[in-house]
């Protein structure tokens, strides 16, 4: 069962341009987290949300926890072909370690 | 090691037969999860080790699965009697307090059941 659903499952735009990629849930979680992931590769922690309303920003990614800790958003500023890849919210139930509930996934391709 | 570590990379198995992965986790990392992951899609849980605790065992989609974790490190997990539906990315991630909520992963198994 997915308890997170992210939207949309695909987006292919061209470089410089802005996007937003959601993340939304049924569920409250303590935290929520956004990885990235290349080809071939495992997904890379890009970031933690652990406070409702929480806005993070790392260079042009910026990343929000909704103030009900359900949902969350990353918006990526003049996107580059570097960008590239699947990106995956993942929530946490628990405070310390315990499952982390995997969303559906956004793949997101940045054509030069 | 460096990092998470996986192996084999890519398994080509026929329908009916019985596999093993391996994951070797971050030496120190008390915590290790198994998912799995179809083409481009998100990561389904499948069973998550902590410490001495009990694991749990909740992700596994049947009893075809199983997985243990010897001496606090190492894990295998085992399909038997695999299935074409069986086929997809297996990954492996390992945790620890030190590194707060952070999940480290390895590059996966490639399944595949002919």
């Known amino acids: 069962t997915q308890l997170l659903e992210q939207s949309p499952q695909f987006l292919s735009i061209q470089e410089g341009e802005n996007l937003t990629v959601y993340c939304n849930s049924s569920?409250?979680?303590?935290?929520l987290q956004w990885y990235r992931q290349e080809p071939g590769e495992g997904p890379v922690l890009l970031v933690t949300v652990v406070t409702g309303g929480e806005v993070k920003k790392l260079k042009r990614l910026t990343f929000q926890f909704g103030d009900a800790r359900k949902d969350s958003s990353l918006h990526i500023t003049a996107a580059q072909p570097g960008d590239t890849g699947l990106y995956l919210c993942a929530g946490v139930a628990k405070k310390i370690w315990g499952q982390f509930y995997f969303g559906t996934g956004t793949s997101l391709t940045v054509i030069p | 090691g460096a990092g998470v570590s996986q192996s084999p990379s890519n398994k080509v198995t026929e329908k009916g037969k019985d596999v093993e992965l391996r994951c070797d986790p971050i030496s120190g990392h008390t915590a290790l999860y198994w998912y799995r992951q179809s083409l481009g899609q998100g990561l389904e849980f499948l069973i998550y080790f902590q410490g001495n605790s009990a694991p749990d065992k909740s992700g596994l989609p049947s009893d075809r699965f199983s997985a243990e974790r010897t001496g606090g490190s190492v894990s295998t997990l085992t399909i038997q009697r695999t299935q074409q539906e069986d086929s997809a990315v297996y990954l492996c991630?390992?945790?620890?307090?030190?590194?707060?909520?952070?999940?480290?992963f390895g590059s996966g198994t490639q399944l595949s059941v002919l």
């Open positions: 569920s409250v979680f303590s935290s």
């Open positions: 991630a390992s945790s620890s307090p030190g590194q707060g909520l952070k999940l480290f």
